[in-house]
């Protein structure tokens, strides 16, 4: 249940928690306060900035009282952070502390923040840090089609490991058959581009069509695009806007 405690005595309520039970009611506090956030409260005035920054403060002290949870979420407002800079850096270091607790499925989030936010300034330890940790979490859990799909990304690219495309379509195929819709559209890229694979229209718009079908957004606006251009399908306005 969450507590209620005075905005001025949070900081103070922060530093004398010292039991897991401590610990779930400052996660709580934290999300409700978030929720606020994202309703519009800090941007109406209605949240003041000085409250919302004891949002992390909160989310950390929960973390080192055992809440593993509250890491995941601390690393997630560090990336998205409404009241200050971006610190992707702190919220990967967040994500190696949940990893060495046990919690291996932060290896997707953690390749995820190191490969769309610093792709080019990663060093190579630490994209064969992320790809190994990633890669194994793939290995152990062969249904997650996201985690194998993102793997895929990162494998084309060399990102971490060598490059190499072929092996990179592979893994989007079988990604896609596990319902991956993002898998489903990188697919279309690769044959209409040639990449891992021959060029292949025909393959190319069958990947389309089934990824928008399956609400893949990206795919829904390319083949509304192409309905209307004429491009890969049959110029057809009614359906480029259906």
Known sequence: ??????????????????????????????LAMISRIERGDLSI???????????????????????IEAGIHLADWLVRNPTDYADIPAAEQVMLEVIALGKQDAAVPLMRYRWIYRRDTCSDEEAQQSFALLNRWCIQHQADSDALYLLALVTCHGFGTDENPVRSAQM?????????TDAMFELFIYHAQGIGVEVNDDKAVICLRRAAEAGQLRAMYNLGAFHATG????????????
């Not at 507590?3 to 996660?27: C, G």
């Not at 491009?231 to 259906?242: F, H, I, K, P, T």
């Open 231 to 242: 491009r890969y399908v049959e110029q057809d306005m009614a359906l480029s806007v259906a």
């Open 172 to 180: 989007l195929n079988k990604a896609a058959s596990m319902g991956s």
């Open 1 to 30: 249940m969450q507590k209620n405690i005075d905005s001025k005595d949070v900081p103070q309520w922060i530093a004398s928690s010292t039991t897991a039970e401590d610990a779930n009611q400052l996660q709580a506090w934290s």
């Open 45 to 67: 005035g209605i949240l003041s900035l000085d409250e919302a920054r004891q949002v992390p403060l909160a989310l950390r002290k929960a973390f080192e009282l055992g809440l």
